[in-house]
């Protein structure tokens, strides 16, 4: 069934309410002046979409989602979600804390990923919606669940401006020293979700160096140049030029699933540039995160009835999940992701669209 992106709604309310686990479930959502859109619900502090304008002023809607919670409970691609309390991979589900090994869920393959089994994206949220354009979200974590030492309080806020920005803000603390890496699992086609792949998008990425990875998709602990090989997006360049290049690294992810070493990361400063050929719309990247992960949605399986009643086929969406590194507890030449007790965890990932 065809679908047309530019008539894509919010989904009904109703449509989302149940109940999991004893609490309420609901679908909130963000307006600001400009008439841009973005939903979010309680279930995984999902962003369940985001609607602005192209470039006929048209709606369109550009962040991969579910009319129902049911279709949201039954996808296992993490469509949205916040994961932790560890993003992205960490080998083997073990690492060592303090002279402590701990040993985490395994759900990916020999290695735990993006928290394991019973992670954050799973987990019922409190919510409450501030004001049109801020919704906070909290959770708590209890020590050793999923094997993570520590009591760890999480709040995370999206916050919608009138430029068309979208900000969430990621904070932390903990009784006991843990490991924390936080990011948001937005799946994006600028074209409008369902309209294609994303091959055709252009995709600029402020970073000379990536991290490789080894069969089972965990970092070698290297951090190559991307200069001369299909990772270089210092400047703008199609997603899908490179894309099936004979090149390990790929061959490794089935296309682009990598860690991207990033230049500089700051609320002034862009990490990333991706803009829609058929729509015109513009997404900037701010963080300030050491790294972003670009992922082409190489493992989607195509069996999923997103909004309008399309499918979820491979590379028809991209994510750019900020974040540490993965695997950043077994490298210690990494960045650290360790927290203690009377710190805070605070980062945050700025999405702004424009055309």
């Known amino acids: 069934m065809a679908y047309n992106p530019t008539a894509a709604t919010i989904p009904n309310t109703a449509a989302y309410h149940t109940i999991i686990d004893g609490k309420q479930i609901q679908l909130y959502t963000l307006t600001n002046k400009a008439g841009m859109q973005v939903a979010v619900t309680n279930y995984g502090a999902y962003l369940v979409g985001a609607w602005v304008p192209d470039k006929a002023g048209d ?91 520590g009591k760890l309080n999480v709040k995370v806020t999206y916050t919608l401006t009138d430029d068309n920005a979208l900000t969430i803000a990621y904070q932390a603390t903990t009784d006991k020293t843990t490991i924390i890496n936080l990011t948001n699992h937005a799946y994006i086609n600028l074209n409008g979700e ?14 000379d160096g990536y991290t490789p990875i080894n069969e089972t998709m965990i970092p070698t602990g290297d951090i190559a140049t991307v200069k001369d090989t299909p990772f270089d997006f210092t400047q703008p360049e199609k997603i899908g030029t490179r894309i099936n290049h004979d090149n390990e690294q790929l061959k490794n992810a089935n296309g682009y699933d990598h860690n991207f070493v990033l230049n500089q990361h700051s609320k002034e400063v862009h990490v990333a540039t991706a803009i829609g050929d058929k729509t015109g719309i513009k997404m900037e990247v701010f963080t300030d995160q050491p790294g972003m992960q670009l992922y082409t949605a190489n493992f989607t399986p195509g069996t999923n009835i997103i909004r309008g009643n399309a499918k979820d086929d491979r590379q028809t969406s991209f994510a750019l999940e900020t974040q540490h590194f993965p695997d950043s507890p077994n490298q210690p030449q990494f960045p650290s992701t360790v927290l203690k007790p009377g710190e805070v965890y605070n980062t945050f990932t700025t999405f702004k669209f424009s055309v």
């Open 59 to 149: 709606l369109t809607s550009v962040i991969v989602g579910f009319d129902t919670i049911e279709g949201l409970l039954k996808q296992e691609c993490y469509y949205g979600a916040v994961v932790g309390r560890y993003a992205n991979r960490i080998a083997k589900g073990k690492f060592t804390l303090d002279g402590t090994e701990y040993n985490l869920a395994i759900n990916n393959g020999p290695n735990s990923l993006h928290g394991g089994k019973d992670n954050f994206s799973v987990k019922v949220w409190d919510a409450e919606q501030t004001d049109a354009q801020t919704m906070v979200l909290t959770l708590f974590s209890a020590d050793m669940e999923e094997g993570y030492p």
């Open 194 to 207: 369902g309209n294609g792949d994303i091959l055709d998008h252009s995709l600029q990425i402020n970073a």
